[in-house]
């Protein structure tokens, strides 16, 4: 299944160039303004993620479409808010052939120069650590050929009023400013670009790295270790019992890498130190 999973890989990340002019003007600004109504108003949009994650998603579904058509796949969205992966592409002559590709958006961080606020990877609860599972995900985690993230990266326009939904008239299309800039879209293997921590509050989500050179170099925590010691440390993460670093006799749930590197009696320095933040100076 290598090859297969290399050369979707492949046909993927050219594909996202197209998607950054597909979604951009000439300037660089994203193309969608807002809503309109029958009465042909247009209201803007905010800065909520969540929406402009969905609208994102909507514009670029039929782009997915012609994708998967032209290298014999075929398309199964998420039966269910929330399931993973938001696209399954299934191949038309072998369904045995699957691919798991989420959606993932974040943006740049204007007072930590080159890094993003970072996003979900999927979750490591039941169907992440039991792989015949059907529960929240589309097809059980193991019958998928590959599990990959299409990352779209932005900036916030610098818009006083821009996070504010405001009414215009068609005829004020062109004096619309756009909610983002700069997209940047980049796909692949989630594992490469993960960091050892969860991504969002109590949920079980498996975070990312959030140095921008280093998600668009695949270069997350794991890329020295391999995919088998991804999957096996968050299939442990917050479960396993290990011991505490002050007092061996006493033990904690598993929340580092170190900690299961340790457990495991390999080296510390297969742990990939990526780049952490530093605040812009005043």
């Known amino acids: 299944m290598t ?4 050369n979707f890989l492949k046909n993927l990340k050219t594909f996202t160039d197209e998607l950054t002019e597909y979604v951009s003007t000439n300037s660089g600004d994203w193309r969608i303004k807002g809503f309109i109504d029958i009465d042909k108003n247009i209201y803007t949009i905010s800065f909520d ?3 402009i994650s969905k609208i994102l998603e909507i514009q670029l579904y039929p782009k997915f479409k012609e994708f998967a058509q032209k290298l014999g796949y ?15 592409f299934v191949n038309q002559k072998n369904h045995k052939i699957k691919f798991a590709v989420d959606i993932k958006t974040t943006y740049r961080l204007d007072n930590y120069p080159g890094f993003c606020n970072g996003f979900t990877l999927g979750s490591h609860g039941e169907y992440f650590r039991n ?3 059907t529960k929240n995900i589309q097809f059980p985690y193991s019958q998928y050929s590959g599990h990959i993230c299409l990352g779209i990266l932005y900036t916030r326009a610098n818009v006083l ?3 504010e939904t405001s009414k215009y008239k068609l005829l004020d299309l062109e004096s619309i400013s756009s909610v983002i800039t700069d997209i940047k879209f980049f796909a692949e293997e989630k594992w490469k670009i993960a960091s050892d921590k969860g991504g969002s509050g109590n949920t079980a989500n498996i975070g990312s790295i959030v140095c921008i050179e280093d998600l668009l170099n695949s270069n997350g925590v ?3 270790l391999g995919e ?4 096996e440390y968050w299939i442990n993460q917050g479960v396993l019992r290990v011991p505490q670093e002050k ?4 033990f904690k749930k598993l929340t580092k890498l170190s900690e299961y590197i340790k457990f495991k009696k390999m080296d510390l320095s297969l742990i990939n130190n990526i780049k952490t933040k530093r605040k812009r100076s005043k």
């Open 3 to 6: 090859n297969e999973k290399s």
């Open 49 to 51: 993620t969540k929406i």
């Open 247 to 250: 007092d061996h006799r006493k």
């Open 161 to 163: 009023d821009i996070g």
């Open 74 to 88: 075929k398309i199964i969205l998420a039966e269910k808010q929330n399931w993973y992966p938001d696209i399954s």
């Open 228 to 231: 088998e010691i991804f999957d």
């Open 222 to 224: 794991f890329i020295n």
């Open 131 to 133: 792989r015949e599972s």
